[in-house]
């Protein structure tokens, strides 16, 4: 079980991100939104799922336990395979499938492309009541703005814990004016400054030898 991988991006095509860890590369699906985030060269950190088929075996990458969170629940949706949900959640994000089930709104469903009329109303029944927990999240500052969503990754990329990560880009996002229009680079700034200098790197704390 692959549930996670921290790595170097290698190349980042489309959905399809390559990340070397260890001298070995790992082929990840992304949404086409994350692979325009990563750069080649850079270290990048997902969330994966892994799926293993008579055929193949592919890894799903996430920038958040949220989105992988709500790709399981999709998977588990009869007519709804792994493609079909990374495709749900590169046009809505946690909070919006959230909003979506809880209002039985399944048109928002049917804009993804492969996700007809039928399936989108399974998805809407089949989730429902399963949500709450991402529709909660959903109303924090970092999982309603993808600009936080990467700072997140960013910092956590840097060696902060996801916990730290996000409580950062959720006080750097409630108190600054206008968060919402800011750039990655201008809250990675700001969240970096709030960690403070004595923080940065916690990866290389503790003793030595």
């Known amino acids: ?12 095509v489309g959905g399809n991100v390559v990340l070397e860890v260890g001298g070995i590369g790992y082929a990840v699906q992304v949404t086409p939104e994350h692979a325009l985030a990563l750069r080649v060269g850079d270290q990048a950190f997902v969330h994966t799922s892994f799926i293993v088929r008579e055929d193949s075996m592919s890894l799903f990458g996430f920038e958040t336990r949220e989105q992988l969170a709500v790709f399981d629940l999709l998977t588990g949706v009869t007519g709804v395979g792994p493609k079909s949900a990374l495709g749900v959640l590169s046009v ?11 209002s ?3 048109a928002a ?15 809407v029944v089949s989730l429902a ?8 999240t959903a109303a924090a500052p970092v999982a309603t703005t993808p600009t ?3 700072v997140v990754v960013a910092l956590v990329g840097l060696g902060w814990s996801e916990k730290v990560a996000v409580q950062a880009v959720d006080d750097v996002v409630s108190s600054t004016p206008d968060a919402a229009g800011a750039s990655v680079q201008t809250l990675l700034r700001l969240a970096l400054a709030q960690l403070g200098p004595a923080q940065h790197s916690p990866a290389r704390t503790g003793s030595r030898a």
């Open 1 to 12: 079980m692959i549930s996670s991988v921290r790595g170097t991006v290698v190349s980042a």
């Open 92 to 102: 809505l994000g946690p909070g919006q499938i959230a909003a979506a089930v809880a």
């Open 129 to 136: 009541g399963k949500l709450i927990a991402h529709t909660e």
């Open 109 to 123: 469903f049917r804009k993804v492309s492969g996700i007809g009329p039928k399936t989108a109303k399974l998805i």
């Open 148 to 150: 936080g969503d990467r």
């Open 104 to 106: 039985e709104d399944d």
